[in-house]
Every structure is written in structure tokens, then in C-alpha cells.
């Protein structure tokens, strides 16, 4: 069955640095766009990145410059590099692939960005 199991959260000092992973099973990775969102408590899931099929990025205004998304097919895996964290990086991230119709979602990391 389809499977997206995220990994690398935790708690971060302001300015600190994490890696997320998210790691992908049962379709057929390398078809489909890879996404990260978040959700902060009270607040609507928001889109953060995405990666394509081809390598191509895209990402949410409030992440550009601090944020990286990457993926390794061989491994089915897809990265969010997050650097320059700040307290309201803080939320739940969530890791999306979508390809025409079909939509998966991971169950969530935590990610808490505070002194």
C-alpha cells in the first residue's frame, strides 16, 4: 500500500538548521510532484515546496533563500533542508506527492523552533 513516512523533526533553536526526510513506497516515485506543507496550531495547512518530476522547485515566499527541496529517486526520498529557522517555522510538516488524480499524504513531523 502507499506509504509516506516523514522523519527529522524535532526542537530547534532559532537559527538552527534540520532535515527533513520523507520517504516513499508503494506507487511509482519518480512520476510524481513532491510537496511539503505545514500546519501551525490554529492555523490552515499551508503549501511550503514543491519538487516536480523533472527537478524543477518551487517555493512558498516565506521560506525562499532558507528552504531547500531535493529528491533522490533511487531512494524514493524526498528532502526539506531547512536552514535560518525561525519561531514561526514552527508547525506540523507534512509531505505531499501528487500526480494527476492521485494525492498522498504523510502523517506529519514536528517541527518547534524555539529558545
Known amino acids: 500500500q502507499v506509504q509516506l513516512e516523514e522523519s527529522g523533526g524535532g526542537l530547534v533553536q532559532p537559527g538552527g538548521s534540520l532535515r527533513l526526510s520523507c520517504a516513499a513506497s508503494?506507487?511509482?516515485?519518480?512520476?510524481?510532484?513532491m510537496n511539503w506543507y505545514r500546519q501551525a496550531p490554529g492555523k490552515e495547512r499551508e503549501w511550503v515546496a514543491k519538487?516536480?518530476?523533472?527537478?524543477?522547485?518551487n517555493y512558498a515566499d516565506s521560506v525562499k533563500g532558507r528552504f531547500a527541496i531535493s529528491r533522490d529517486n533511487a531512494e524514493s526520498t524526498v528532502y526539506l533542508q531547512m536552514n535560518n529557522l525561525k519561531p514561526e517555522d514552527t508547525a506540523v510538516y507534512y509531505c505531499?506527492?501528487?500526480?494527476?488524480?492521485?494525492?498522498?499524504w504523510g502523517q506529519g513531523t514536528q517541527v518547534t523552533v524555539s529558545s
Open positions: 505531499n506527492a501528487h500526480w494527476v488524480a492521485n494525492d498522498f
Open positions: 508503494g506507487f511509482i516515485f519518480r512520476f510524481y510532484a
Open positions: 519538487i516536480n518530476s523533472g527537478g524543477s522547485t
